[in-house]
């Protein structure tokens, strides 16, 4: 089991809640590529929670046996809606998939290498209630010691941040400290507060928090989709909340894809992003410039973890 198993304790399935008696009905949107051994454990989360009506499990591709898999499960139980047959369109389209064919009220994108923690979702959809329209809540996503993972709750994503926060200069100057992107270091808040990005790993929107910002730009592959997602609707003047109880560790990196294109399309998502969002003409320039930076960057990730470990 490459010791996927280890982080997850025997799950106990979180109440219904009066709270939410009468409740929307929750469905669970899974996009799934090359997963591996992790997928069977996050669905066993999914299906273990009282909450969850629907698990709608969108297949972009998987090997012919973990294919076979998914069929007898969706054959098993009713819960499971499998879509399958489209090939690779990406997570931004699987993701609408997904979301179109789903039934449920309350829709929570759940990555197939992320296991809910007991209450997970009572808690998402707890905080989601009564906010505006759009509104979407992200998930506090814990690496397997349980420490909270990188990019679980960020600042809001520009050049001049991404710059500042890649080159450290942003915790390294005090007057720069509010362009830091990445937030998992400070200590958790006690309860749901606003944050401009959360995590795509684990997050819930309403059905009409969806519709109002037309779901996901297909435009993006694959990464930096939530990103896209979090600035539309907080331009729509939605709210983008984390929710510190809702609890889910996500362990990352078990796709069988290679690491150089998932790496290349983060690259191009971002360098596509901040072309999106440019308004001024010298936003743009910037944007266009660092475009090819961006990417060249992304594609170097791989190779320089490679080094490093073969020097280890």
């Not at 025997?10 to 409740?23: I, S």
Request: net charge neutral; glycine share 8%; hydrophobic share 45%.
């Amino acid at each position: 089991m490459n010791g996927i198993a280890a982080p997850i304790v025997a799950y106990e399935p979180a109440p219904a809640q009066d709270f939410l008696k009468p409740r929307r009905s929750v469905s669970v949107v899974m996009v799934v590529y090359m997963t591996g051994e992790a997928l069977q454990q996050s669905i066993e989360c999914v299906l273990a929670d009282a909450l969850v009506d629907e698990l709608v499990v969108v297949d972009n591709g998987s090997t012919r046996m973990e294919a076979a898999r998914l069929k007898r499960l969706a054959d098993s139980d009713a819960r499971v809606r499998l879509v399958q047959g489209q090939g690779n369109v990406g997570f931004a389209r699987g993701a609408n998939l997904g979301a179109r064919t789903a039934a449920g009220d309350v829709v929570v994108f759940l990555n197939p290498d992320a296991f809910l923690q007991p209450g997970c979702v009572a808690e998402l959809l707890r905080a989601i209630e009564g906010r505006p329209v759009p509104s979407l809540v992200g998930g506090r996503v814990l690496n397997a010691d349980r420490t909270e993972q990188r990019g679980a709750r960020r600042g809001d994503i520009t050049p001049v941040s991404a710059l500042l926060s890649l080159s450290h200069l942003s915790r390294r100057i005090p007057a720069w400290r509010r362009y830091e992107v990445h937030w998992e270091s400070e200590a958790p808040p006690e309860a749901v507060i606003p944050v401009p990005t959360i995590s795509g790993a684990c997050f819930c929107m309403r059905r009409e928090d969806f519709e109002a910002v037309q779901g996901f730009d297909e435009g993006y592959f694959l990464h930096v989709e939530d990103v896209d997602l979090c600035w539309r609707v907080r331009q729509e003047g939605g709210a983008v909340l984390f929710q510190p109880k809702a609890e889910v560790i996500h362990l990352g990196h078990t796709s069988h894809a290679s690491p150089l294109k998932v790496e290349f399309h983060k690259g191009v998502g971002l360098a596509r992003y901040f072309r999106k969002r440019a308004e001024s003409l010298g936003e743009r320039l910037l944007a266009l410039l660092l475009s090819p930076i961006i990417v060249c960057t992304a594609i170097a990730r791989p190779m320089i973890w490679r080094v490093r470990g073969r020097a280890a």
